[in-house]
């Protein structure tokens, strides 16, 4: 579902590449008229079943222009590094200069040949290049994929946008391509929302002081961070609202825990929850219609839902024991929790309405589970181990349980939109920070670095 940060993207034919698609930001008044797009059907293979192998000859600028110089890097390295973060294609490192120049199919005619012969012998499958230029006061990308044994276009697009934001271009190409050619659908437009003490200041609530901790969003890759609360206090838990318009979390800004939602673009707040009780831990179902957290409003801490406007509070759990940390499942049928009923915090799931409680784990302690999307039936928590807090991932179907990380402090995991990453809280360099990795442990990022950075959300 496209977020409202994200550029419109209307089809058009572009006159070099024979297929595209426009890129129109909302500050465009009166956009392009968009036209009817040709569609490929090649998709790229690999030799022998294995990933396509592309040659990349980043973004070309035809006329001298130091802006366009500039932007066509930042285009180019993002571009790369988005289609590198899926790992479905073996993608060689950006070409430059004259090297570039030359990775381009030639028109049809007596270059052909030659080129065909050139990425054939190098073992190509595909060679990625792309151009940009001046339109108007827009920028304007022209991306295109070729394929080396046909020597046909496979992938084209024209992208037409405000200049100021070459990133978004990049992103928007990005998942793109992956859906074209790899068919699953890229998270490079996704955000993060986690907490932070980078503000540095603190507050005094009852005599002791503790650090004001806000909520703040950024780019999938941890670009272009800002700050969403101005709370002054300490705000928790942020839940990204299925379309990416608002996030919900936890703040103690009435002197104890309650849930406000805010909105991304205009940071207008609201407190769903009535401020009845103390109320934490909210998550938003699939559709966005309903929000499940916890509350001890009547006395013990229970799972509750409610509608995203705050009314039909329902409670879910009736047990002696804490029920906590509520989670989805894609399909909005089932909610995973936390809750101690056998002795020690182990992950439970039951239905949307309640029924049928079950635990799905017997460990020491395991807490924050997320689910993971279709097709994949998974759920990735926290577990004590005997180093520390690591990551785990539990196959519900089979009860099959792995391990991705191993000692140091690792918590609050969460599944990434297309479920093919894992965000997570680790202390690992030192500070708390947000880490990313595959759904298997590997390939270790780390997202964040400015203060301490905690309690990551991923946007779908």
Request: hydrophobic content about 40%; proline content about 6%.
């Amino acid at each position: 579902m496209r977020t409202p940060a994200r550029p419109l993207i209307r089809p058009a034919v572009a006159a070099l590449l024979g297929l595209a698609a426009l890129l129109i930001p909302r500050s465009f008044v009166r956009p392009p008229a968009s036209r009817p797009e040709r569609q490929s059907s090649i998709t790229i293979k690999g030799a022998s079943g294995g990933k396509p192998r592309f040659v990349f000859a980043g973004v070309q600028v035809p006329h001298a222009d130091r802006e366009l110089d500039v932007t066509a890097s930042v285009l180019a390295d993002v571009l790369w590094a988005d289609l590198t973060f899926e790992d479905v294609f073996d993608l060689s490192p950006r070409l430059q200069g004259a090297e570039a120049a030359v990775v381009s199919r030639p028109s049809d005619g007596p270059g052909i040949d030659g080129w065909v012969a050139r990425w054939r012998a190098a073992g190509a499958d595909g060679v990625v290049s792309g151009e940009v230029h001046r339109d108007g006061a827009a920028l304007r990308f022209d991306l295109r994929i070729d394929d080396v044994r046909s020597a046909q276009l496979a992938f084209g697009r024209e992208y037409i946008g405000a200049m100021a934001n070459p990133r978004r271009f990049a992103h928007v190409a990005a998942d793109e391509i992956l859906g074209a050619q790899a068919g699953i659908v890229g998270v490079a437009h996704s955000r993060l929302a986690f907490v932070s003490d980078r503000s540095g200041g603190f507050k005094e609530p009852t005599g002791s002081l503790r650090r004001v901790k806000e909520i703040f969003i950024a780019d999938y890759d941890g670009a272009n961070e800002r700050r969403l609360t101005v709370d002054g206090d300490l705000d928790l838990t942020p839940s990204w609202s299925p379309d990416g318009r608002a996030v919900a979390y936890t703040s103690y800004r009435r002197g104890y825990q309650d849930i406000f939602v805010s909105a991304v673009e205009d940071r207008r707040q609201t407190a769903p929850t009535g401020a009845r009780g103390k109320n934490w831990l909210p998550a938003w179902s699939p559709d966005g219609t309903r929000m499940a957290f916890t509350s001890n409003r009547d006395g013990n801490e229970e799972i509750y839902v409610m509608s995203a406007d705050g009314r039909d509070v329902r409670r879910l759990t009736r047990d002696w024991a804490i029920s906590t940390s509520p989670a989805w499942s894609p399909d909005g049928t089932q909610i995973a929790f936390t809750s101690n009923r056998t002795g020690s915090p182990q992950i439970w799931v039951m239905g949307a309405d309640g029924s049928n409680p079950r635990a799905v784990t017997t460990e020491k302690y395991c807490d924050r589970p997320s689910w993971s999307p279709g097709p994949v039936n998974e759920i990735v928590y926290v577990s004590r181990t005997n180093t520390g807090f690591d990551i785990k991932v539990i196959e519900l179907a089979t009860g099959a349980i792995r391990q991705l990380t191993a000692g140091r402090q690792n918590e609050s995991p969460v599944f990434g939109p297309n479920g093919r990453h894992i965000a997570f809280t680790s202390s690992r360099s030192g500070t708390q920070q947000i880490w990313m990795m595959t759904r298997t442990g590997g390939d270790l990022r780390q997202m964040t670095r400015l203060g301490n950075n905690s309690m990551v959300s991923w946007s779908r």
